[in-house]
């Protein structure tokens, strides 16, 4: 008969499985128009996933056995910071140029943890005849060979969730007061699922890491487990509605016709420079395509569906032209001097500009929220950078100009 602990984290594995395979089927059954951001999600709920597994099958095989399996599940949770790190890297449309090595490091944790069982087993302890949470859940004592190998693992997880950590913050600050100072593209879902993401995320990963420091170091945490296993559950069942409740938020919008006209497919990827210490914009497109996504861009300018969309973000646009993040933003840096945000800052603020005098009636947050902006004050920052004037000034200031020259 199971103990009540042991039946417990029965059930939060088994609904963490189900919630983390839940997770992946909506993020897989986005279709062509995902987000290529989502992969990452689909990474984080695999490796949760793999944990949720390994304590499904924690109290039904025997110690030794568990033991064996430490090096098959532990390596996972060195994937579950980075995972998140690439995904807040991959919204704010600064993707990491080669993700996999983000990955790595689980080589060498694999081999380490094989070889810290191999030298574990014939002297293996665990608390009632079980191992709960691979690699981190067995006692630790500051002799031998294999407790070095243990701490040097506990220690470079630890200094990788500081390094991710910091830098998912500054990705997400970054982001988030781009959006707010220039423009303010992102709805308020978004910036809610953004803000979420990141709290959550941030306590629930430095609880799971106090509580196996504590629990490896001091006594047992088999409570203090349990809640960050149900913390997880909670994260899958919260990403999961959101999902479900605002899909637009990892799908692309749908281009004229619904078709999808990537140049990246059509002309072939591009190719990586032989010089490992050249440019990576010189790899990011190609000469002959630098004319057509110029043209795309043209076209799409006059497209109020796109340009005027408050959910527009550089990913978005890079779809709708049919390129990369990264291709859209060296043709705009490198072949037309601006950032995203002062491109599409510009379309709407001359699109502004013309309802201003058209419609002298209409309030300034009207018109603002009309081209895009979410709040008056963005919209008046964006104006002045653009104009140099503000739109109030703007406005009284050319009707004054076009009344004198009547």
């Keep these: 008969m199971f103990e009540t602990l042991d039946l417990l984290f029965l059930i939060v594995s088994?609904?963490?499985?189900?919630?983390?395979?839940?997770?992946?089927?909506?993020?897989?059954?986005?279709?062509?128009?995902?987000?290529?951001?989502?992969?990452?999600?689909?990474?984080?709920?695999?490796?949760?996933?793999?944990?949720?597994?390994?304590?499904?099958?924690?109290?039904?095989?025997?110690?030794?056995?568990?033991?064996?399996?430490?090096?098959?599940f532990a390596p996972f949770f060195f994937a579950l910071i980075p995972s998140i790190y690439l995904y807040f890297r991959e919204i704010s449309g600064d993707p990491a140029p080669r993700p996999y090595r983000h990955f790595l490091v689980l080589l060498p944790v694999t081999a380490a943890i094989g070889l810290m069982v191999y030298l574990k087993r014939a002297r293996m302890i665990a608390n009632n005849g079980h191992i709960r949470d691979a690699g981190l859940q067995i006692e630790f004592s500051a002799t031998g060979l294999a407790d070095m190998v243990l701490l040097a693992i506990v220690i470079l997880f630890c200094v990788l969730f500081a390094v991710y950590m910091t830098g998912i913050w500054r990705c997400a600050r970054r982001y988030l007061q781009q959006a707010d100072w220039q423009l303010q593209a992102d709805s308020e879902r978004l910036r809610r699922w953004v803000t979420e993401l990141l709290v959550g995320m941030t306590v629930l990963f430095t609880v799971?890491?106090?509580?196996?420091?504590?629990?490896?170091?001091?006594?047992?945490?088999?409570?203090?487990?349990?809640?960050?296993?149900?913390?997880?559950?909670?994260?899958?069942?919260?990403?999961?509605?959101?999902?479900?409740?605002?899909?637009?938020?990892?799908?692309?919008?749908?281009?004229?016709?619904?078709?999808?006209?990537?140049?990246?497919?059509?002309?072939?990827?591009?190719?990586?420079?032989?010089?490992?210490?050249?440019?990576?914009?010189?790899?990011?497109?190609?000469?002959?395509?630098?004319e057509r996504i110029r043209t795309r861009l043209e076209r799409i300018v006059t497209d109020r569906n796109v340009m005027l969309d408050p959910l527009l973000t550089m990913p978005k646009l890079a779809n709708a032209v049919g390129v990369t993040p990264n291709q859209l933003s060296y043709v705009l840096n490198q072949h037309l001097g601006k950032s995203f945000f002062d491109f599409v800052n510009e379309v709407r603020t001359n699109e502004a500009s013309r309802l201003l005098i058209e419609e002298p009636d209409?309030?300034?947050?009207?018109?603002?929220?009309?081209?895009?902006?979410?709040?008056?004050?963005?919209?008046?920052?964006?104006?002045?950078?653009?104009?140099?004037?503000?739109?109030?000034?703007?406005?009284?200031?050319?009707?004054?100009?076009?009344?004198?020259?009547?």
């Design 362 to 406: 209409r309030t300034i947050l009207d018109i603002a929220i009309s081209v895009g902006f979410n709040s008056k004050s963005t919209f008046n920052l964006a104006f002045k950078k653009t104009t140099g004037k503000t739109p109030s000034v703007y406005r009284s200031e050319t009707i004054s100009q076009c009344s004198t020259g009547q």
């Design 208 to 290: 799971f890491t106090l509580t196996n420091l504590f629990d490896l170091f001091v006594s047992r945490a088999e409570w203090l487990s349990l809640g960050v296993k149900v913390g997880f559950v909670l994260v899958f069942f919260r990403m999961c509605q959101v999902i479900a409740q605002n899909p637009a938020l990892f799908v692309q919008p749908e281009t004229e016709g619904g078709v999808f006209d990537d140049l990246s497919v059509r002309h072939g990827p591009a190719q990586e420079p032989d010089d490992q210490n050249a440019p990576m914009s010189r790899a990011i497109v190609d000469v002959s395509n630098i």
């Design 14 to 72: 088994v609904l963490g499985t189900a919630q983390a395979i839940f997770l992946i089927v909506l993020l897989m059954d986005e279709g062509k128009r995902a987000f290529t951001a989502n992969r990452w999600l689909m990474v984080f709920g695999f490796s949760v996933g793999m944990s949720f597994i390994d304590d499904t099958f924690d109290p039904m095989i025997s110690p030794l056995t568990n033991l064996y399996l430490v090096p098959v």
